[in-house]
């Protein structure tokens, strides 16, 4: 399960910040989070380019707020999301 990766990010900021979130939501959203990152993998050199890294933040923003992640908004958690889904493209040697 690729998503997995991102699963455990969410899972552990939700402890490290002391916060529940229903484990169903988290898997879809964790899904698709994955999706959104494997959309802009496409891009040659996307983690180097400025605008598709904004577009990438700027979908992650919208699909978390649309679940309601984190129930507070957390600066700390979106950065942590966002280098996820650079460590996950990377090490898939998409980046």
């Known amino acids: 399960m690729e998503s997995k990766a991102f699963y455990d990010i ?26 959104e990152v494997d959309s802009v993998a496409s891009f040659p050199a996307w983690n180097q380019r400025e605008d598709i890294k904004a577009e990438l933040e700027v979908k992650l923003i919208l ?28 090490n898939r040697g998409w980046g």
């Not at 958690?77 to 280098?83: M, P």
Request: proline share 6%.
């Open 10 to 35: 969410l899972k552990s900021l939700s402890i490290k910040y002391d916060f529940t979130y229903p484990e169903d939501k988290m898997i879809e959203l964790a899904k698709h989070a994955k999706e």
């Open 63 to 90: 699909l978390l707020a649309k679940y309601g992640y984190p129930p507070v908004a957390n600066d700390d958690v979106y950065k942590k999301i966002l280098e996820q889904a650079e460590n996950f493209k990377r």
